[in-house]
């Protein structure tokens, strides 16, 4: 995705719902956009849509989108950005929890940045097996998330995995891993100290020495050396975020727990 995508979606957000901006000029959701305009001509389901600002890369290039959110307040922000261009418009304001579709109706399902929600993995293996049973026999799914060992991101949160935990997760529900790029590696001034020292530190404090992302995006090449080093494992352990592209094999084993 080069500089001119980036700056249309970043006007989207400006133009429809700046309260709703990611707030990060180096956001993964970007890497996102970039691969999911690849797709054409797909049935896609958009789980928590959002305002559509991803929902819309794809669907300018052909692909049938449905967004599923809670936020029925963004989806009608959804519903203004489609209309804009004139095109029909789907959504559904409900959970991905009891997802209301039938089984194997799309081509592909798309998590950006939106399973944590759900808090545990208890409640995430239901939903994620729910969310299989609507992908199509060798259909796709493509996951975006923060990545619990980095201090900034993830910040040790337990509804947030690493990438090691995401892939086996994913595999667990009957999908194969295709493609894994960690986001963002650069680590802050105060990454070589003790994880205790650095939880010691008050917050604000971490992230005024964390490089941020409105000055990043000003360095010649940035986004070609973050695909670049995010392909390769080594920088995945402490990489701000990550996204995973994997493609359904099998039907996933019953979720343990009430339903």
Request: positive net charge.
């Amino acid at each position: 995705m080069d500089g001119k995508q980036r700056k249309k979606i970043y006007s989207r957000w400006m133009e429809y719902a700046p309260e709703r901006w990611w707030g990060d000029f180096v956001d993964i959701r970007f890497f996102l956009a970039h691969r999911l305009r690849e797709l054409r001509g797909k049935t896609v389901l958009d789980v928590g849509a959002n305002i559509g600002v991803i929902a819309y890369e794809m669907a300018e290039n052909g692909n049938r989108v449905v967004g599923l959110d809670t936020d029925c307040q963004a989806l009608e922000i959804f519903h203004r950005l489609f209309a804009h261009k004139g095109w029909d418009t789907e959504t559904v304001c409900g959970s991905m929890e009891r997802p209301p579709f039938a089984g194997e109706t799309f081509d592909t399902v798309v998590l950006g940045w939106s399973l944590y929600c759900l808090g545990n993995d208890e409640r995430k293996a239901r939903a994620l097996e729910r969310l299989a049973s609507l992908v199509k026999p060798g259909g796709a799914l493509y996951f975006v998330e923060a990545n619990r060992r980095c201090y900034i991101q993830g910040h040790g949160q337990e509804c947030f995995w690493t990438v090691a935990e995401a892939c086996k997760f994913l595999e667990s529900g009957g999908f194969r891993i295709k493609e894994v790029v960690g986001w963002n590696p650069l680590p802050s001034l105060v990454f070589w100290l003790p994880w205790r020292l650095k939880n010691a530190l008050p917050r604000k404090l971490v992230m005024l020495l964390y490089p941020p992302g409105r000055l990043v995006r000003f360095l010649p090449g940035w986004y070609a050396f973050f695909k670049w080093i995010g392909s390769c494992a080594f920088a995945w352990k402490y990489c701000r975020s990550y996204y995973i592209h994997c493609v359904k094999t099998a039907t996933p084993p019953p979720a343990s727990g009430n339903s």
